[in-house]
């Protein structure tokens, strides 16, 4: 550890899917060394961070929390070729561990377990799968202090908010450890008098479920919980920049007695750890969240083998406060929207749309709101605001509101790269941004709230329509009628009314249009791991030429249908 100080991590994104993490001094980097003289104050407390951050890393480390291998059948695997990937603090820039830098062969050896796992997983009976579930959940609060700081050390988010999203986390293992239990079937009255029709729902088997770096925990437990539930075997790949949080929850899993191969972990290559996984045939589905850009490819790539894909993609959400909201429940909502995470959530509000009449009062509160933010190490007392998770994604903001600024754009706070250094950006309010600027059009995915004026509802809903993206928007209204017209007239998978957060494990989550397929958590996300068998049963002649009693009402008849209809399930 010490000798990784004043190390500094960047993963540099080349095309679509092609990732390369770099750890270069910050000697070499000119952006870095304006920020952090040897004698400015600023290095200071940089390094009192450090030592934050170093300590939680030896405590983590010391209590055997910090997985730095993948999970394949149960055992904990290094890479076969020996090749590793610096997993980085974003907040100091230091090395916390290396991890296996794993490609095609450990992820055929992931699938293989899964599959060998899937026999007798899914022959589990629903009662015995949910108690593993339920043992996993409680494992995991148990240790929700040690999982959020490993989160806050490898992601930047602010602890609190970590230890948040490590009870976000688990409430999809408990949600799903019930769901496990009602995966009902149908009876469906039948098109012939002599015919029974039936629905079976039966798990789909190995799943390769990819996740993005963002919700380290959430991301996984959303897709891995309904999956295990259903009787499905898991390949996880996470975001090779946060793979220790997904590595200690595996770790977990295996002392909630969930049996070896059920669950596997691999990182590194992500393009030959995605290949893999689509080119199998014993895979049969692919869950993924992510960038969009990747998620069309692996639609593309799941053809080939027609698999089963859902898809949770990037957003655009707009955020509509109308004149006649209240300001102050608008306020709370835009800031947990729009700043949750530094701004690096699929949900945040990307564009603020506010009511000609409301306008200079919003942005002045907006504004002063924003400027009381404390920014700094997720382990700082009061901080709300972490860093960005690397320098490409500061590099993007900066370019998105240089872009706005060239276009009339006004910065009313901040609009710069923070004077802490390293990747961490000023909560920024701008004013008079228009629908043809680029931050109007892409994921800013950082803290920049891009306020734009709009006169009638109409407009509003035009603008907020006018994106490729349909994943989460949010309106604010004290007309209960227009929030039913609006909420009904916007092309988008969910919509917070008078509420910035939308996310809970008991509701349905998931896009319309370029944000993707199918949706997580509540009970339509167990749909997602299920195919549904059709049964059509001729029951037995005696059955139907029995003067005695008709099906299913009782006699011999429906005893021998019973008989062979539970022979045929067993
Ligand atoms: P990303 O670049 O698409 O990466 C997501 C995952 O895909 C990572 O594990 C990544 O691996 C992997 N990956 C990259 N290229 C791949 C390929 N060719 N084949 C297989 N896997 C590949 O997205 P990100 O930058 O990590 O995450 C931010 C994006 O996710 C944003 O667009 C955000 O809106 C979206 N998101 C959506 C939701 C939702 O629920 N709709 C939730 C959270 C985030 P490596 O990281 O190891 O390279």
């Not at 890393?57 to 610096?86: C, E, M, P, V």
Request: hydrophobic share 40%; glycine share 10%; charged share 20%.
């Amino acid at each position: 550890m010490t000798l990784a100080v004043h190390m500094r991590c960047q993963r540099v994104r080349v095309g679509v899917g092609m990732a390369l993490r770099h750890c270069t001094g910050n000697f070499l980097s000119p952006r870095r060394s304006a920020y952090m003289t040897p004698h400015s104050s600023m290095s200071i407390f940089s390094r009192q961070m450090n030592m934050e951050a170093q300590s939680v890393a030896a405590h983590l480390n010391s209590s055997g929390f910090i997985r730095s291998q993948g999970l394949i059948g149960g055992k904990w695997t290094d890479a076969y070729d020996g090749k590793t990937i610096k997993v980085c603090n974003p907040a100091t820039g230091e090395v916390i561990t290396n991890v296996p830098c794993m490609g095609g062969k450990e992820t055929n050896d992931a699938i293989a377990s899964a599959y060998d796992a899937f026999v007798s997983w899914s022959k589990l009976t629903a009662a015995d799968r949910s108690k593993c579930l339920r043992k996993w959940y409680d494992l995991i609060l148990a240790h929700k202090e040690e999982l959020g700081q490993l989160m806050t050390l490898e992601q930047g988010k602010p602890l609190k908010e970590a230890i948040g999203e490590v009870s976000y986390g688990a409430s999809f293992i408990e949600f799903y450890a019930e769901e496990a239990k009602r995966v009902y079937g149908d009876i469906i009255p039948a098109t012939l008098p002599d015919r029974r029709l039936f629905v079976l729902k039966q798990p789909v088997g190995v799943v390769g479920a990819i996740t993005p770096w963002n919700f380290p925990l959430a991301m996984i437990t959303r897709k891995v919980a309904p999956a295990l539930a259903c009787g499905c075997t898991v390949v996880i790949k996470p975001s090779e920049l946060t793979p220790l949080t997904a590595l200690a929850a595996a770790d977990l899993s295996i002392q909630a007695g969930i049996p070896p191969g059920v669950l596997n972990v691999v990182m590194g290559n992500a393009v030959d750890i995605g290949d893999a996984l689509l080119a199998s045939q014993q895979v049969r589905k692919i869950t993924f969240t992510g960038s969009t850009a990747v998620g069309k490819k692996l639609m593309a790539g799941a053809a080939a083998t027609v698999k089963k894909v859902s898809l949770e993609l990037g957003g655009n959400a707009p955020c509509i406060i109308f004149d006649d909201a209240d300001l102050e429940v608008a306020l709370k909502g835009t800031l947990a929207t729009k700043f949750r995470n530094s701004g690096q959530t699929c949900v945040c509000a990307n564009r603020v749309l506010v009511q000609e009449g409301i306008y200079e009062k919003f942005a002045n509160a907006l504004s002063s709101a924003v400027q009381s933010m404390k920014v700094g190490d997720g382990f700082g007392e009061g901080v709300v605001q972490g860093p960005l998770i690397n320098d490409a994604a500061v590099q993007k903001v900066e370019s998105l509101v240089q872009d706005a600024i060239s276009k009339g754009a006004k910065v009313l706070v901040g609009g710069k790269r923070h004077g802490l250094g390293l990747t961490f950006y000023e909560p920024t309010v701008m004013a008079d941004v228009k629908g043809e600027m680029l931050i109007s059009r892409e994921e800013v995915f950082g803290p920049v709230a891009p306020i734009q004026k709009f006169k009638t509802e109409e407009e509003a809903i035009r603008l907020a329509n006018d994106t490729n993206a349909g994943l989460a928007a949010y309106i604010f209204t004290t007309n209960v009628q227009r929030s039913w017209r609006v909420t009904e007239a916007l092309e988008y998978g969910m919509v917070g009314v008078n509420e910035g957060l939308v996310s809970t494990e008991v509701a349905p989550f998931g896009g319309v249009k370029q944000s993707g397929l199918g949706r997580e958590g509540s009970k339509y996300g167990m749909d997602e791991f299920l195919e549904a068998k059709g049964l059509v049963q001729l029951p037995s002649p005696f059955a139907m030429t029995s003067s005695k009693s008709s099906f299913p009402c009782g006699g011999r008849g429906a005893s021998i249908f019973c008989v062979s209809l539970l022979l045929l399930l067993s």
